[in-house]
């Protein structure tokens, strides 16, 4: 009878380690590999960044994710979820920098004089390019954005000359439309107010113009009688 009794324990017992392995197979096989969302919102919520690629390589999703520091890929385990090999992708700089040749070719356009020095500065992390030009009346200095070569200021001073000065008023004085045209040549946006008037003897406009898509005032001072822009100031 005891020995009846103890075959019985024993068999039990063997159904219920067999049960026990049974279970603990079926919760490790049955476990399913991280999909790729799964795999992108456990980084997601690690360094929360945007998400951008995502690809399988062999066992590992290699993602790519951005955040204000700069463009990131890391690696997933499909299996495991573990998270590895975290580093920053180098970004190639998209906008290039202007050649002298192009710079050149820019002030020429506006017939002011021969090119003195050209002088490259960085002011606010933006590039920009000071070429400054002489002719035999005035010295002026273009400010020109580093990466669009768009003149954003200009500095003029006069020359001392011996030779007498004509007075403004035996010339044809260019007209307030004709001024807001060459003001509109120079910068885009809306004419707000053209005013004349007279600085040292000669006479100008100074036309202000509204950048609506930057929300930016500017004025443009104008010769009126060469037609040539002096500067032209924008306001934040």
Known sequence: MRKSTLTIVAVVGILIATLLIWQLTKTFTS????SENEAGEIVEKMYNGKIGEIKLQGDLYKITFELNTGIYKIFVHRETGEVTNLSRIPQKNQSKELTEETLREIIKKQKSGEIKRIEKKEEQ??????????SAEKESTYKLHGATGEIVDVVTKETPTDSPVTPPTTKVRITEEEAKEIALQHSSGVIEEIELEEVNGQLYYFVDVENEQDEEEGTVQIHAISGEVISIVWDD
């Open 31 to 34: 476990a399913e590999p991280l």
């Open 125 to 134: 992390d933006q590039l920009f390019y000071y070429v400054t030009v002489q």
